[in-house]
């Protein structure tokens, strides 16, 4: 399908993980130009290196800062601004017995995964607001919806994510700029990779023992009974960024496997 975004400039964070990657080939292949950042210099080149040409520029830093994300703005602005933000950016955070996490802990999460998208949208969005088109992509996550109680802290971020989405895109979609949202569940990637080895090495099985023991356990209406792969969620992420998705504002679409037992998001 041609997403007709050709020439469109994308900036993409968390561009060095699985889903950061992937969207930004689906985005290549659309003809779309990539400014990239991630907080990993060496993994951030290894991404420039694999999507080539279509990369205009990249910059490691940490968007829990303002400085950096004040230097990623002066790195784009010259390219002409950004009219699309894929905001992947993010991190799990502390797992555990709600009461049990400490105070930093909480706020490094909300940090990282909720302020950095206020960040990020307060910088490049008023770009795309005087340019009267724009797409602000975030990734939610099923735990917005269905809150797991080992993870509290990253549910309560990417909950606030899910809000801002709606509360982003009222104002700014009659202006052009139509905000949504993508929501994966359980996607093979280095984050998950890591869980399942802890699983792994608790319960003294092997990692594929306890992917299949973690569908059972613990995702009983992940009915397809697998890990989601970074293309699959990357496509629906290029999609919303795309102008075959003109009516669609303030949504987060599940790509998920099935894993959310509720119909209503």
């Known amino acids: 399908m041609n997403l007709d975004i050709d020439g469109k400039l994308a900036v993409v964070t968390g561009a060095a993980g699985g889903l950061g990657t992937a969207t930004a080939q689906v985005l290549a292949e659309e003809g779309v130009k990539l400014f990239l950042t991630d907080t990993s210099e060496e993994a951030l080149r290894e991404a420039v290196n694999k999507l080539g040409d279509a990369v205009v520029g990249h910059l490691a830093g940490d968007l829990s800062r303002d400085a950096d994300v004040l230097a990623l703005e002066q790195r784009v602005g010259p390219l002409g601004g950004a009219d699309i933000l894929v905001h992947m950016a993010g991190i799990t955070g502390a797992k555990g017995d709600p009461l049990e996490m400490s105070y930093d ?6 940090n990282v995964n909720f302020m950095s998208a206020v960040r990020m949208t307060k910088v490049f969005v008023p770009g795309m607001v005087q340019k009267g088109w724009g797409r602000v992509v975030f990734t939610v996550s099923e735990n917005a919806v269905q809150p797991y109680p080992d993870e509290a ?90 102008n075959r998705a003109n009516f669609t504002n303030g949504s987060a679409w599940r790509a998920d496997g099935g894993a959310v037992a509720a119909i209503n998001t």
């Open 105 to 110: 802990e909480w706020f490094e999460c909300w």
């Open 153 to 242: 802290v990253y549910n309560a971020s990417k909950a606030a994510l899910l809000s801002y989405t709606k509360a982003l895109s009222q104002p700014y979609g009659p202006k052009g700029v139509l905000v949504n949202a993508v929501m994966p569940a359980f996607i093979e990637s280095p984050m998950t990779d890591g869980m399942m080895e802890k699983r792994a090495e608790a319960e003294g099985v092997s990692v594929d023992e306890a992917v299949e023991s973690f569908l059972e356990e613990e995702r009983p209406y992940l009915t397809l009974k697998r890990r989601g792969q970074a293309d699959e969620v990357a496509v629906v992420a290029a999609l919303l960024c795309s």
